[in-house]
C-alpha cells in the first residue's frame, strides 16, 4: 500500500495551489482518504477527507469554502485544491488512507500515510 503527494511549492497568499496524492489501487478502490497539515512546531491536523466513491467530503473549520478535495478512482489519484490562501497555510501536507470508506477527522482512523509535500505561502 502506497501513497505519494506531490505538488508542493511556493505560493504568495492569495494564490491556488493543488496538490494530488498517488495512491496504489488497492489502496483506493474501498478506503477514503485524507489530507492532513502539520505546521513548523505544531501536531498534525486534519485538513480535508473524502470517501471511497467521492460522494462525501468534509473540511476542518480552517480551510471551509476555500479548499477543496476530489478524487480520480481510474488514476487512483486524489487532489486538494488550495484557494485563498494564507500564510498559515504553510505546512507539510500529507495524504492518507483510511481503515474506513468513509473517512473522518481523526489521524487514528488511517492507517496507511505517504510521505508529505511541502507547501509555503508567502505574505
Known amino acids: 500500500v502506497q501513497l505519494q503527494a506531490s505538488g508542493g511549492g511556493l505560493v504568495q497568499a492569495g494564490g491556488s495551489l493543488s496538490i494530488s496524492c498517488a495512491c496504489s489501487?488497492?489502496?483506493?478502490?474501498?478506503?477514503?482518504v485524507g489530507w492532513f497539515r502539520q505546521a513548523p512546531g505544531k501536531e498534525r491536523e486534519f485538513v480535508a477527507t473524502i470517501s471511497w466513491n467521492g460522494a462525501i467530503t468534509s473540511f476542518a473549520d480552517s480551510v471551509k469554502g476555500r479548499f477543496s478535495i476530489s478524487r480520480d478512482r481510474a488514476t487512483a489519484t486524489v487532489y486538494l485544491q488550495m484557494g485563498s490562501l494564507k500564510p498559515e497555510d504553510t505546512a507539510v501536507y500529507y495524504c492518507a488512507a483510511s481503515i474506513y470508506s468513509i473517512g473522518a477527522t481523526s489521524p487514528d482512523n488511517y492507517r496507511y500515510w505517504g510521505p508529505g509535500t511541502e507547501v509555503t505561502v508567502s505574505s
Open positions: 489501487r488497492r489502496t483506493s478502490s474501498n478506503n477514503a
